[in-house]
Nanobody, 127 residues
Framework: QVQLVESGGGSVQAGGSLRLSCAGS?????????VVWFRQVPGKEREVITIIRTGNPNPYYADTVKGRFTISLDNAKNTVHLQMNSLKPEDSAMYYC???????????????????WGQGTQVTVSS
């Protein structure tokens, strides 16, 4: 059974850093799988912030996080990390990772494309 478990959320002051992790079990990432981080604030639309296609360079980043967030895959631990630096209060949200474990030539920024989801981890950034 495939499971994704997020960790690393918490509270931090503006300008600080957090590293989120999305540990996968029941499956080993292969090349050209897609893993995405979404975030959502109550009452607002879910936002795609970054997508990695495993084994490929140049992850996608939303403009709102480009230059501050970095997604990476630790193959040995089957874990996707999201390093978040220079955090802003507007980064406060519930963060979710999700995976599409089919072979993909490209990853799509649509939640419906991803059939495995973690439970979410809360990030709160205070000013």
């Amino acid at each position: 059974q495939v499971q994704l478990v997020e960790s690393g959320g918490g509270s931090v002051q503006a300008g600080g850093s957090l590293r989120l992790s999305c540990a996968g079990s029941g499956y080993t990432y292969r090349a050209n799988n897609c893993v995405v981080w979404f975030r959502q604030v109550p009452g607002k639309e879910r936002e795609v912030i970054t997508i990695i296609r495993t084994g490929n360079p140049n992850p996608y980043y939303a403009d709102t996080v480009k230059g501050r967030f970095t997604i990476s895959l630790d193959n040995a631990k089957n874990t996707v990390h999201l390093q978040m630096n220079s955090l802003k209060p507007e980064d406060s949200a519930m963060y979710y990772c999700a995976a599409d474990l089919q072979w993909r030539a490209a990853c799509r920024p649509s939640a419906s494309e991803y059939n495995y989801w973690g439970q979410g981890t809360q990030v709160t950034v205070s000013s």
